[in-house]
């Protein structure tokens, strides 16, 4: 009998929060679904999200893959990935001047852009 596993893939912590991902798969060798948790430690409130909204200046979800100092929280992607995401998800009218200016001088082969987040 082949019975799926769950396993916690990565856990980040600041002072605040918990950022969890649990990954369930067969023996963990191919994960078939990925699940993301925030964990408010002050209001003990346990939340599943895919991402973190981003409503800043509405470039791409976020969803930290590092934290640095306690406080700023880190993710990163692909400079294709993020044209790719822009060409299909972004409403242009909100994106701030910055933002446009970005994507605009990207070219797919660029080093990956590093999202920084102050928590």
């Known amino acids: 009998m082949n019975c799926a596993k769950i396993q916690a893939f990565e856990v980040l912590e600041n002072e605040e929060s918990f950022f969890i991902t649990v990954e369930k798969g067969f023996g963990f060798q191919i994960p078939t679904e990925s699940f993301k948790f925030f964990y408010d ?8 999200c895919a991402t973190i909204y981003n409503d800043l200046d509405y470039g791409m979800p976020f969803w930290p893959q590092g934290i640095f100092n306690d406080s700023i929280l880190i993710d990163f992607h692909e400079a294709i990935d993020f044209l790719e995401y822009f060409q299909t998800n972004s ?15 990207l070219d797919e082969n660029d080093n990956p852009i590093v ?3 102050n928590h």
């Open 91 to 105: 409403d242009t009218s909100k994106r701030t001047v910055y933002l446009n200016n970005l994507i605009d001088s």
């Open 115 to 117: 999202i920084l987040a």
């Open 41 to 48: 430690k002050t209001s003990s409130q346990l939340v599943n």
